[in-house]
């Protein structure tokens, strides 16, 4: 079965980051397809390369990278809640004028289209949020 | 593929930003020609609370973008009578959101429709994609 | 020795402005904010408790907060006091202490 | 056509869990999940509200939330059933579709 | 100059960070010898509920360092007695947490005190500064 | 009378920057002094300057630079709640091999101490939050 997530929180405020890595592995382990993970509202914050959290706690932005990397998992940031809230990647901080971006690997920014597109091409959708 | 698409608005605009980042996939999933519904069940009947002036808190009123959905065939708004009661509201509290029916020689039509909890618990589950923010 | 309590999120949804009512002593101000300002709204199920709450406390609503929700004035129960930012900083000071109800 | 119902706040702290009980229909699933997990520990006050909603609902809780918060599987409320996050994948996939009440 | 601290905890822990993040700035707090009070109201009590195990979310739990917060002088945890009640818990449920008391040959005493909500809102109305996350 | 403020939650997720901005401006106006403006939790996200946000709305960054700049505000955004979600300076940056930072003017990152000590500085502490 197809699966798009949805998560609107950013990492270590809300546990929807965790719990939605938990859902996702869980999934993947059965066999399911993850077509997609969308980032909205705070979630866009979820994929920032700058964090360096506690060594002794989880880095919650890596962790998404490293589903990326394992497994190929979609992993979409909206554009228009990322320019609100500073997540930029290099094209589009380019394209503003700004002197850096903070994305991390395996993220790619997009637009909403790419939800609804999510949506539509899976069998359920899981929101995760506040 | 046409896929039933409902969006649950259930807080009060301005407190919070999903009210208005909700309206913006509105927006976008009507492009993609779905068929389009929004609930508006408990605080989330502040939403489209006719009068919003944001002059006063500095940030952007968006309120008039629910009227323009219609021009987008989004004119299906669901609103819960017991979440209006509850608040002390009535059906006069909202906008006049309208739309033109293009099946019915464009005549002008109300999108907002006044339901009961247990109404809308049906509407609920004839969705395909329930989307909440 | 009195306190503003400042509450932030609608009564509807959150359990903040019961608990606070529930720890708010005589003489003492509450000042509704942002989503918070629904909870004035007369005719509501939960403007009884502000009534009880303001027979020996004082209760405030910040006038911007609700008329970006489309509310008058004249939809704010009577007693409950509109205040508007300059008014709330003079809450602020003038209360010897302040706690906000998250 | 049964829906799965995932709710993530505790019903003390926000209305989310009750307005999801309200909405709910027969044959329909609710899972607790994050915060919402205390929901189902039984004596509590909120209890009585879940076991209505079990005449014609099922209602599970995610384990792994419980125990971070203390509570031993035996605290729960007869009737809810305990899933972990493969459980959680498998009401997901059973049911025809979902809803977060966020 | 010293001032009264209280530290108002109403979040269950885990859910969101607060609670984490609250027990990071009592800490600090203590090293600027600072009277220090912490209150769990309502949710907050399960932030010193026993038996915390975080394995199965994939966080670290800290539940262990309110324990430790007697070391830094700061035993005074005002706990509720309403909030337990209304969530199925007692006195039982939580944590032993205690401290030493240097000014009694160092003997061990419990950090935790079961109040009443009126009980409560008096130790509330005591403070200088009230925090909350 | 001098205040410290405290801001719990990031930037148009919550009012509570916007409701902290306008409680500042109006204290300035009467004659207060804001002794602190301490950024906790989310609200370190309020210090960053890549963000873009759609022409017609406010910039709710630059308007604490611009606090900063015209006020003498200090703006202190929490290091250990900085570093769990990737808000940089430039020195901490470095410090922590990483090849960007994200800090907007006017904004200094510091300790937990520092609201601490705001708190014990100020004749009053307002929290805005969740």
Chains 1, 6 share one sequence.
Request: with cysteine; net charge negative; charged share 25%.
């Amino acid at each position: 079965m197809k699966f798009t997530i949805l998560v609107n929180e950013g990492p270590y405020q809300h546990q929807s980051s965790d719990s939605a890595l938990q859902f996702i592995r869980a999934a993947l382990e059965k066999g399911h397809e993850i077509f997609r993970v969308f980032f909205y509202h705070d979630g866009v914050n979820n994929g920032t390369r700058l964090a360096v959290p506690p060594k002794d706690d989880r880095l919650i932005q890596s962790e998404w990278s490293t589903l990326a990397e394992e497994h190929g998992v979609d992993l979409v940031i909206c554009i228009a809640a990322a320019q609100r809230r500073g997540l930029m990647d290099a094209d589009e901080a380019k394209r503003q004028g700004l002197d850096a971006n903070n994305i991390a690997p395996g993220f790619r920014i997009s637009g909403l289209g790419q939800l609804i597109d999510g949506n539509i091409e899976a069998d359920r959708t899981i929101v995760f949020g506040d | 593929m046409s896929k039933k698409f409902m969006y649950v608005n259930r807080k009060a605009p301005y407190g919070t930003v999903y009210a208005l980042e909700s309206l913006e996939v509105v927006l976008i999933a009507a492009a993609f020609e779905q068929d389009v519904s929004l609930a508006f069940i408990d605080d989330g009947v502040y939403q489209i609370a006719k009068g919003q002036d944001t002059k006063g808190i500095g940030m952007k009123g968006f309120s008039a973008t629910y009227n323009a959905l219609g021009d987008y065939d989004v004119n299906k708004f669901y609103v819960e009578r017991e979440s209006l009661e509850e608040r002390g509201l009535t059906e006069d509290d909202l906008m006049p959101i309208v739309y033109e029916d293009e099946n019915d020689d464009w005549a002008e039509k109300p999108s907002v429709k006044i339901v009961s909890r247990a109404e809308m618990a049906q509407v609920l589950s004839e969705q395909d994609v329930t989307l909440s923010f | 020795m009195s306190m503003l309590h400042i509450v932030n999120k609608s009564p509807f949804e959150r359990n903040a402005l019961a608990s606070c009512l529930g720890h708010a002593l005589e003489g003492d101000s509450v000042l509704l904010i942002e989503d918070a300002v629904v909870g004035a709204i007369d005719g509501s199920n939960f403007i009884e408790q502000i009534k009880t709450a303001m027979a020996d406390k004082s209760v405030y609503v910040l006038g911007a907060d609700l008329a970006a929700r489309g509310m008058q004035e004249n939809r704010v129960a009577e007693g409950i006091q509109i205040v508007d930012y300059a008014g709330f900083v003079d809450l602020a000071a003038n209360n010897d202490k302040t706690q906000s109800w998250l």
